[in-house]
């Protein structure tokens, strides 16, 4: 598979951002302009107008964007300089050079020119939305409070607005008007290094209504619905999961592991769910933001019997949205290549 590097990956990310800006109304300073040199690597120019270079997955993260940029810059486009962001003018075909292409080393930029204000200007949120269908992989303490027996007209799919039966009744202090939400276990997650059991694999399939009581049994509605719901399907006590996830610089440097995912495919890229080995033990916390990266894959031709330690390639972006003990729930929120089970998740501290 192809590798991207990390600037290569920054090339993509900050050339997106021409497509527009996250204006704030305390936020209307003109930028300042820098005009692309020969030499210059946007790696390099975040560095030096950013102040950080690992600063551009922030910037990616927050940028709604779709990445469907090449990988280019070219001498004499121009570089807006914000206090939180970078933008990158675009160019039109027929405005190219004819050799155009970045240089690998980046040149010594010009100083941005912005005041101690701008610097230390706040860097507008992002927020994403989790409707609580992102599951998680559960231990010993989730306890189910009953199950789906039966649908009516012996149907077994459901969905929202459907008739069902559970064996939550008046001996397990059912009543009438009680919510639950629906899950379904798909079997215990294995580490894929360690092969050490974590829990096992849940996902809400959606929520239900209690309408009739009998001792040991209920009717009930199905009151909405995220996946295909079954008999066996378990229950526990409703709990509104749709929340606003917002991003939070972390406290420490953490790596872990994607040891599952949602669907339980191998594969996965923007918009899916990953689950991670990292938890609350270890310091995570909802809204951090984690840097998913994989040992550069290539060939080595020049070989002089040292052990070369290359940079990592980062593919993608993650953020938390749901923590237990030892294991979290992460939205994939940026892939430039295609992420798997078993790929490796950074959380730097500050970020």
């Known amino acids: 598979m192809k590798t991207v590097t990390c600037a290569a990956l920054t090339f993509a990310l900050l050339a997106t951002l021409c497509a527009g800006a996250v204006a704030l109304g305390a936020q209307q300073a003109e930028p300042t302009v820098y005009i692309i040199k020969k030499g210059d690597t946007l790696w390099g120019l975040s560095n030096r107008f950013m102040k950080d270079p690992y600063y551009w997955p922030n910037l990616w993260a927050r940028n709604p964007e779709h990445i469907v940029n090449p990988h280019f810059i070219f001498p004499g486009q121009k570089l807006r300089v914000y206090a939180d962001r970078l933008e990158v003018e675009p160019v039109k075909k027929a405005e190219l050079p004819p050799a155009a292409a970045p240089v690998p080393q980046a040149e010594p930029a010009a100083t941005s020119g912005e005041t101690k204000e701008q610097a230390e200007a706040p860097v507008p949120e992002r927020h994403f939305t989790v409707n609580g269908s992102e599951g998680f992989i559960a231990g010993s303490s989730f306890k189910p409070s009953g199950y789906i027996i039966a649908g009516q007209h012996n149907r077994q799919i459901y969905a929202e607005d459907d008739l069902i039966y559970t064996d939550i009744g008046r001996n397990l202090g059912g009543k009438v008007g009680d919510r639950y939400t629906i899950y379904k276990n798909y079997g215990p997650v294995s580490h894929p290094l360690t092969n050490q059991i974590l829990g096992y694999r849940v996902a809400a399939l959606g929520t239900l209504q209690l309408t009739e009581i009998e001792n040991r049994s209920s009717k009930a ?94 593919l993608g972006a993650v953020v938390v949205v749901e923590t237990g003990d030892n294991t979290s729930t992460a939205l994939v929120v940026k892939s430039i290549d295609t992420i798997y089970k078993g790929d490796r998740v950074e959380m730097k501290k500050g970020h």
């Open 221 to 314: 509605l199905i009151t909405s619905s995220f996946m295909e719901i079954e008999p066996g399907s378990s229950l526990a006590p409703y709990r509104n999961m749709r929340k606003e996830v917002s991003l939070r610089a972390a406290d420490l440097d953490l790596s872990g592991y994607i040891v599952e995912t949602r669907t339980g495919n191998k594969a996965i890229a923007t918009g899916d769910v990953a689950y991670i080995d990292l938890g609350e033990k270890q310091g995570i916390k909802v809204g951090n933001l984690l840097y998913v990266v994989r040992k550069a894959e290539t060939e080595i031709k020049y070989y002089s019997g040292v052990d070369y330690d290359l940079p990592v390639d980062v």
